[in-house]
Every structure is written in structure tokens, then in C-alpha cells.
């Protein structure tokens, strides 16, 4: 989508909608990452987590959404900027990357409500169950929409209002999230 011609083409078109995609679509790294790092062949090695003097998986799993946003989403979001200003227009629709970087700490969030972002603690049959599917289509269909509000926004020139209430909004549901992920308790073992 970085590649193609930027300026709109037809009445009504959007500018830099590519651009406003591409960034939404960057917290799909870490949900998608920290989901695949659930499972493992030696899962049962899980259950030493459960030993260690922690109340619940909150801090695992919160080390995980730290070490999954450090190591591969950042450098991931580096390249897609270098990209969007050597294919893209420059410097003229890189603010649309920021509602995307805006709500990546609320993606990465995602993956760990319940305390289910625990590493490595699922066996790899589990990983074919069609719950993945639907968490991901509906995180898609919110990212098409924010997208699409981005770009509208950027060309109705109301976009710093819509980062403004974009970034309280991120906010609260961060905040929300995190505080249900550290109240979460160990399951029991029987």
C-alpha cells in the first residue's frame, strides 16, 4: 500500500489512506505476535510459572507485551517510517502513521486480557482454534474503521482533534485493560 500513487484519484478519494492503513495496522504485530508466543511443545513446563510468588500472569504477561513491543514491533514501526518516506510522499503523510502508533499500546493490551499472553504456556494443537480468528477479524474491521476516520480526518483538516480524542480514548482503555490484567488470578490446577 506504501508503494502506490498517494494523491487522490476520483471524487470523494481519500488522501493518504494507504499511509493511515498501513499505520493502524501496525498494532496488528504485537496482538498477532504475543499470541503465537503462547504455544509450545513442552507447555506443561507452563505450570512452573504458577509456582513462582506471584499472585497471577499479569507480570509475565506484561513482560512479554514489553519484550514482544521492544524487540519486534519498534523495529517494525522504524522500517514502515523509513518506507513511507522514501515510497511514500516524504514527510507530507507521515503524521498519518501517529493514530496507529497511538493505538498500539491498546493492541499489545489486547493479547494479554484474561492472562492469556502467558508464554509458552498452551499446547501447539490449541493454536488451530477458530477463537484466534474472530479476535483477529474484529481487531481488523476496528483498525479499517480508525483508518478510515484518520484519513477522512486528515483531509477534512480535523485530524489534531481526532489524534486529541484518539489519544484520551487510547488512555482509559489502556488504563482499563491493565488493571484487569494484573487483577487476574491463577486459575487452579485440578
Known amino acids: 500500500m506504501l508503494v502506490q500513487d498517494h494523491r487522490p484519484s476520483g471524487p470523494g478519494a481519500l488522501s ?12 496488528i504485530v504485537p496482538l498477532l505476535a504475543l499470541d503465537l508466543l503462547r504455544y509450545s511443545q513442552q507447555w506443561q513446563a507452563g505450570d512452573l510459572f504458577r509456582v513462582a510468588p506471584m499472585k497471577g500472569p499479569g507480570a509475565l ?13 519498534l523495529p517494525v514501526l522504524g522500517l514502515l517510517v523509513v518506507l513511507t518516506r522514501l515510497l511514500g510522499s516524504g514527510n507530507l503523510h507521515l503524521p498519518l502513521l501517529l493514530p496507529g502508533i497511538i493505538a498500539l499500546p491498546v493492541y499489545a493490551m ?3 486480557v484474561g492472562g492469556d499472553a502467558l508464554p509458552l504456556s498452551l499446547p501447539t494443537e490449541e493454536a488451530k482454534s477458530a477463537g484466534r480468528g474472530v479476535k483477529m477479524i474484529m481487531v481488523m474491521m476496528v483498525s479499517a474503521l480508525l483508518a478510515m476516520v484518520a484519513a477522512l480526518a486528515w483531509n477534512q483538516n480535523w485530524f489534531g482533534w481526532m489524534l486529541l480524542i484518539e489519544a484520551i480514548s487510547a488512555t482509559g482503555l489502556y488504563l482499563s485493560l491493565r488493571a484487569k490484567v494484573r487483577a487476574v488470578c491463577w486459575t487452579s490446577l485440578e
Not at 16 to 27: E, H, K, L, P, Q
Not at 61 to 73: E, K, Y
Open 16 to 27: 493518504g489512506f494507504s499511509i493511515a492503513f498501513t499505520g493502524i495496522f501496525i498494532g
Open 61 to 73: 504477561c506484561d513482560g512479554a507485551r514489553r519484550a514482544v513491543l521492544l524487540i519486534l514491533t
Open 110 to 112: 489486547l493479547a494479554c
